[in-house]
């Protein structure tokens, strides 16, 4: 008898945590209150940031967007993390895909 192949699993892409995850700046403002990092509100409301542009964010962006200080964006760059592994959980539990609790 042959070996059971198993694909491998799909790589859940930017562009699908995007659709999922589709909130307008107002949203991303409230999920930074409850992640308790408020101080981040203004620079996000000044640009403008939406699930879309959040999604993309890294280090440099958030210092471009004068995020401060440093420990600020390493938290938001922390939660945001967490974040894409839920939505990312979600989407393979959508797919039918083995999740990780």
Do not use: N
Not at 29 to 56: M, Y
């Amino acid at each position: 008898e042959g070996a059971k192949v198993y694909a491998a699993p799909q790589p859940v892409t930017a562009v699908q945590m995007a659709r999922r995850l589709d909130w307008p700046v107002g949203v991303v403002c409230g999920w930074l209150e409850r992640e308790g990092l408020a101080a981040a509100i203004p620079k996000f409301t000044e640009h403008q940031v939406d699930s879309r542009k959040l999604l993309r964010l890294d280090l440099d962006v958030l210092r471009d967007m004068q995020v401060q200080p440093r420990e600020l964006r390493l938290d938001v760059m922390d939660r945001l993390s967490r974040l894409k592994g839920q939505v990312e959980k979600m989407i393979r539990g959508e797919r039918g895909e083995a999740v990780e609790e």
